[in-house]
């Protein structure tokens, strides 16, 4: 599944981006007074009560290794439990934790029989 909605909402929810590879620290010394000042009234449009939202949820916020590395790549790993026949609309949840990993190794054991199948 597509990552960048869960992305958007997860920067809106904690005020954490994540899945982006950190920069070094040339690169914000090249950013101009423009994007300065934008990133800067982004920040200002916050009011309060919102910055004491995401300061209380980053006290309870955990993130899992293996879901932070999906989020890097694009791509999330989702089990869909739509009904067979719905048309436009898939619903679902994303896995985590010991179901996750269950299925991570599934996919690394059938890319590693296609690899050795296409060797011989």
Known sequence: ????????????????????????????KELSEGDAAAAAAEEAKKS?????????????RTLDQHIEEQFGGGRLLAAISSRPGQCGRSDG???????????????QRKKGKGAGAAAK
Not at 1 to 28: C, N, S, T
Not at 94 to 100: A, M, S, T, V, Y
């Open 93 to 107: 949840y994303i896995l985590e934790g010991k179901e996750l990993e269950f299925y991570m190794k599934k996919l």
């Open 1 to 28: 599944v597509d990552a960048a909605p869960f992305k958007q909402w997860y920067l809106q929810h904690y005020g954490v981006e994540i899945g982006r590879k950190k920069k070094a620290p040339a690169a914000k």
């Open 48 to 60: 309060n009560h919102v910055l004491r939202k995401i300061e209380n949820r980053q006290k309870e």
